[in-house]
C-alpha cells in the first residue's frame, strides 16, 4: 500500500490492533471511539480487552465558519489516525 493511500485509510478509519493483525473499521459504521477497558468482539469469537486508545492530530486551517468564531491565535487541529490496541 503507498503512503497517501495508508493516510487517506487512516484518516477515514479506526485503525484496530489485535492478536497482531490491523483491522480498519470505517468512522461511519462506529456509534463512537472504544475506551481503554471496554472489550471489542470480532465475528467468529476473537475477542479483547481495550489497553491503549492513541490520537494522531494534524494542525491544519480551521473551517471558515469556524474560523470566524475562534478567539485570535486558537489553533486548530484534525485527527489524522486514531489507533486502537487490544491485549
Known amino acids: ?3 497517501e493511500t495508508e493516510r487517506n485509510l487512516d484518516a477515514e478509519s479506526l485503525v484496530l490492533e489485535m492478536a497482531g493483525q490491523t483491522w ?3 468512522f461511519d459504521a462506529l456509534q463512537g471511539i472504544p475506551r481503554v477497558g471496554e ?5 467468529g469469537g476473537t475477542a479483547g ?6 490520537y494522531e492530530f494534524a ?3 480551521p473551517p471558515i465558519e469556524l474560523a470566524r468564531e ?3 491565535g486558537a ?3 484534525d485527527p489524522i489516525r ?3 490496541r487490544l491485549s
Open 1 to 3: 500500500m503507498d503512503t
Open 70 to 72: 475562534m478567539p485570535a
Open 24 to 26: 480498519h473499521v470505517p
Open 39 to 43: 472489550t471489542i468482539r470480532l465475528a
Open 75 to 77: 489553533l486548530y487541529a
Open 59 to 61: 494542525p491544519e486551517g
Open 49 to 54: 480487552k481495550v489497553v491503549q486508545v492513541e
Open 82 to 84: 486514531i489507533v486502537v
